[in-house]
């Protein structure tokens, strides 16, 4: 293939050799990336302006100290309500920005990786220094870390007692999980109890200090993604568009301070460094990091299977990397001892309220005690399902694809999820060729994320939000999770991981048609851009 059809073929899709020329975008692609820009842009103004009110309209209450991060308009008041519908507003338009987006780079329209980069980096950075919003956890979690500055243990000691014996705190310790130890793994207890100590006996300095080191391990994430997208600019706009510049996930990770973000980047960094060949030292760090990140929460131990299967060719690798892994995950858990396993399993017997389980259950809730079973059995079939079922993706990263397919059977089928654990597989889907499966991820962040705004609003609400709010988890969200787990199951079935409209059709892995075209474009050489050598 010659330059010349190289270029004509357009940043929008992969170029095949012999394949003609694609005719210019026309004018709903050229429109798109303005409609990504505005949709993104005016998301990202509503969440930065709702956490600088956040005590117009979101409790417990947070005392900001009168100097120095985070910082808030205290003194402006906005009705509650007003700040509810602004948010679903804003989650809309975030969604929207984020599929036109997504569409405008595989339709040949080009949208600047660059001004996604810094629209993300931007809004981490005002969001950290900004008190937490949509989610009261980044308030547990301070709680967590001040019961273990005080000596005692968070997986033993409850938030009740410390509002019963500290007084900086009684106002500030969430009453929804009073009574619950932490679930978090011993790194995350490590984590929260540096911003305690950080941060003394102010709740909202302890949070300013989580939520730092959130907006750095994002950061963390999209730093990573760009040095490995950076040579094609239809991924690399891709990536930034799924992670650094996405509202939902910008909301749920960084503007509610949640900790899954550290996990996230230590787990993606660790898949980046698993590849075939001689190197030991790159094995053992891969698994050492792949125990850190489960060291925050123990469900990024799926991500070993990638590190297992990209190294399967060769034993010494395997070993350095299990052993690694190993001395980063047992010394931790075992200093906690069985408190910490208990509180893990304990909550591994819950389901999240938008669940698609919800659907059956609210109708028969005798059947709620058999979900747990009845969601790990999906989990271990569809991880089966989609190792055998989804395409290749890209040779010089191996341990992506099992890595992604164990955490999307985890994500989409798990009984106890919520919107900010897809960022396990959503700093993993950049660095997998385009499918369809990018749609049913974005579509469950959105709903997930729309359903839970705002978090947790001062009451009383509206009788018309409160509806609406009702509607959106009780029904809205738990359909569109089902349906996204019936496309990903119907996917599988079918091999058919894309669409005429979106990009080239794939055929089924070992099928007809050789593997899968649509990794990447193809360098003039006719080589993939994509190929061992080519990072």
Not at 84 to 107: E, I
Not at 212 to 222: C, E, M
Not at 352 to 368: G, Q, V
Not at 481 to 494: H, N, P, Q
Request: hydrophobic share 55%.
């Amino acid at each position: 293939m010659t330059d010349a059809a190289v270029t004509a073929s357009g940043p929008g899709s992969p170029s095949l050799p012999g394949r003609t020329a694609r005719a210019a975008p026309g004018r709903l692609t050229r429109a798109l990336p303005g409609i990504a820009v505005a949709g993104i842009a005016a998301s990202l103004l509503i969440m930065i302006a709702a956490s600088l009110l956040r005590s117009s309209w979101m409790f417990p209450h947070l005392a900001v100290p009168a100097a120095g991060p985070p910082f808030e308009l205290g003194s402006v008041r906005v009705p509650a309500a007003a700040v509810l519908g602004a948010l679903w507003l804003a989650g809309l338009a975030g969604t929207a920005g984020v599929a036109a987006g997504l569409l405008a780079v595989h339709r040949g329209a080009r949208l600047p990786a660059g001004l996604l980069i810094v629209t993300g980096a931007a809004a981490a950075l005002a969001l950290a220094f900004l008190p937490p919003v949509g989610s009261s956890d980044a308030l547990d979690y301070a709680t967590y870390g001040r019961i273990a500055v005080l000596g005692h243990s968070p997986y033993v000691m409850t938030p009740v007692h410390l509002r019963q014996i500290h007084d900086a705190f009684a106002r500030s310790v969430p009453r929804k999980w009073e009574h619950q130890v932490s679930v978090y793994g011993p790194l995350a207890t490590a984590e929260q109890f540096l911003a305690a100590f950080l941060g003394g006996a102010s709740m909202a300095r302890i949070t300013f200090w989580l939520k730092l080191w959130t907006a750095l391990s994002f950061g963390v994430v999209a730093l990573a993604l760009e040095l490995a997208l950076r040579r094609d600019p239809t991924r690399r706009a891709r990536g930034h568009l799924l992670w650094t510049a996405n509202p939902l996930l910008l909301w749920v990770l960084v503007a509610a301070g949640h900790v899954d973000a550290l996990p996230a980047a230590a787990g993606v960094i660790a898949i980046l460094l698993a590849r075939s060949g001689p190197s030991l030292w790159r094995a053992a760090v891969a698994g050492a990091l792949v125990g850190i990140a489960a060291d925050f929460k123990i469900n990024y131990i799926l991500f070993a299977l990638g590190i297992a299967w990209a190294l399967r060719r060769s034993l010494a690798a395997m070993a350095a990397a299990a052993a690694a892994g190993l001395a980063t995950v047992v010394p931790p858990y075992a200093a906690f001892g069985l408190p910490l396993v208990r509180a893990i399993l304990h909550r591994g017997n819950k389901s999240s309220a938008d669940d698609f389980y919800r659907l059956i259950t609210s109708a028969y809730p005798h059947l709620l005690h058999v979900i747990t079973w009845v969601s790990a059995t999906l989990v271990i079939v569809m991880a089966g399902a989609l190792l055998l079922r989804l395409p290749p993706g890209a040779p010089a990263r191996p341990a992506v694809r099992p890595a992604l397919a164990a955490g999307v059977a985890w994500v989409f089928f798990w009984s106890y999820l919520l919107p900010w654990y897809d960022a396990m597989i959503i700093c993993l889907l950049p660095l997998y060729p385009v499918t369809l499966l990018d749609w049913l991820v974005l579509a469950r962040l959105a709903a997930g994320t729309i359903a839970s705004l705002p978090g947790n609003p001062w009451p009383p609400r509206s009788p018309v939000a409160a509806w609406i709010e009702s509607q959106l988890v009780g029904r809205a969200a738990p359909l569109v999770m089902l349906l996204a787990g019936l496309g990903l199951i119907a996917l599988c079935a079918s091999g058919r991981w894309t669409a005429r409209w979106y990009g080239e059709r794939l055929s089924r892995p070992g099928g007809r048609g050789g593997g899968w075209p649509a990794c990447g474009t193809f360098a003039p050489s006719g080589k993939r851009a994509d190929a061992p050598g080519s990072d």
